[in-house]
């Protein structure tokens, strides 16, 4: 092992692309003929729900793994169907790591004092009673909700740097209405901003080798001018950049999230390459027989689009 | 079932107190005599940790079932030993329900669309695919983080409506450090006061007949003039309000957060309950072999505390 930070520079130098693919395996949006040959003939059950879930999220692991440096697993999709479901979380997250991926536990947690140690515990590994460890998910890293401040990030930030894991702190996200919470001016300056000079100052402390922090932020690729902002202020920090694709970033738009040389962030995209069989054009070049076909021709796209503005050759 | 607003003001009444204990079962502070029954002289595994937490968990309910409306449930210390945990949190969720208490699920999750609508359905039950239900957490209510904005809420609203159950929405936390987030000033305003005008928009029109809404308020007993600013700011939402007792807040300042009939607001305690037998006086009172009297006297007193400042006769 070695500093978050580094490795997640060192895998995205390997695979030469900084994408990320999203695993938010929405059960209704899972190709039929997967559930054909996984359920049978049997009604489905929490039982089924997970075993979809778990399979495939594994064939998607298998699929993007030789490609992309790092998989974002979502976890409200598999807690939606209680513990068998987050049996299946905690699988796909063990296949990922299998597979040579790193993996960002998309856990959105956020509290305070032993709570969120707890919390770190649970994704990042090392749950231990007694110097006794017990559970180990093993993600490299969370992402994490900033509304509590420092006491809310801090033992976040602790327990990444005693493991070597990382965390991204949401700092300007993608959603329409995010702009009424998080773009309040507060003493002449964007919320969002009060919060990245934050994360910044919280990061300083645990920069590795590369010069980037085991501390990134979820900054939205669908906010280019905040995007722009944001990297001036926090010039130490990974960003994790969603809204790639279906949330309508494209490449203009995420390359201001990165540093001058092309790097220090990830561009994630989920719906558009994981469910690409329902997506134009591959619906029609492949539709939901050839899902899988869909999700590599899909993964690849992305890949070379987001070369362009990193300026790394295959 | 009923509105959740209406059904919270009943179990207020029927009980004649609004105290919520707090279940926290952090693994390292579960009082030994109790390790050896669950236990034996087995190691603690994974199995061994959930088993602790549900026995723990089921003995503190049966204690303060009969005293007070509702508990609130940690999930993080659950979640933190994995699938086995989650299991944990879920059969004590179930007995809680049992019991006739009504039940908090204290989650604090925060994400949009379809993934808070997979959170809601993994909490607050009810996910259901093509009509069919596959897994029923139950709980009445769940708290919630804004940092989306609306986009996080409304599904949880949706859903919460839909199935007669209510959410808490962080505004005002107990932490120290969260003033440097929910103190800024915007345009002359802290931002948990804008956080809470939002609030008050999004919950109004989701009013029962007792003229509270579904959608509450998570307010600190530890900020008592923020929470009087808070009432007066959002006369339709109950307050769900963490820090009496360990955190320091005290009668004084926690009956802020009620309106002027005494009425609104849920008063939370933790640590100071659960694990009574480690606090004073009921440390040297019960010790660690009577913690069940601790938990019973901490509730019993708590109560008799809370009960001056809502004027409410045994």
Known sequence: MAHFADRLAEAVEAKRNPCVVGLDPRLESIPTPLHGSVLGQEPLTCEGAAALLRAFSR??????????PAVKVQAA??????????????????????????????????????????YAQGHLGG?????????????DAVTVNPYFGLDGIEPFIGHAVRR???????????NPSAGRVQNLTCKGVPFFMRMGALVHEWGKAHVGRGGYSCVGAVVAGTQPIDAEKLRRLMPQAWFLVPGFGAQGAGPAEVARAFDARGRGALVSASRSIIFAHACSPYDRQFGEERWRDAVAAATDAMIAEIRTVTAMAP
Chains 1, 2 share one sequence.
């Open 59 to 68: 064939e998607v692991i298998d699929i993007v793994a030789p490609k992309v």
């Open 77 to 118: 999709f598999f807690e939606r169907f209680g513990p068998l479901g987050y049996q299946a979380y905690v699988d796909t997250v063990a296949h990922a790591k299998q597979a040579g991926l790193l993996v960002i536990a998309d856990v959105k947690r956020g509290d305070i004092g032993s709570t969120a140690e707890a």
């Open 127 to 139: 749950a231990a009673v007694d110097g006794n460890e017990l559970f180990d998910l093993g993600a």
């Open 164 to 174: 070597e894991r990382g965390l991204f702190v949401l700092v300007r996200t993608t």
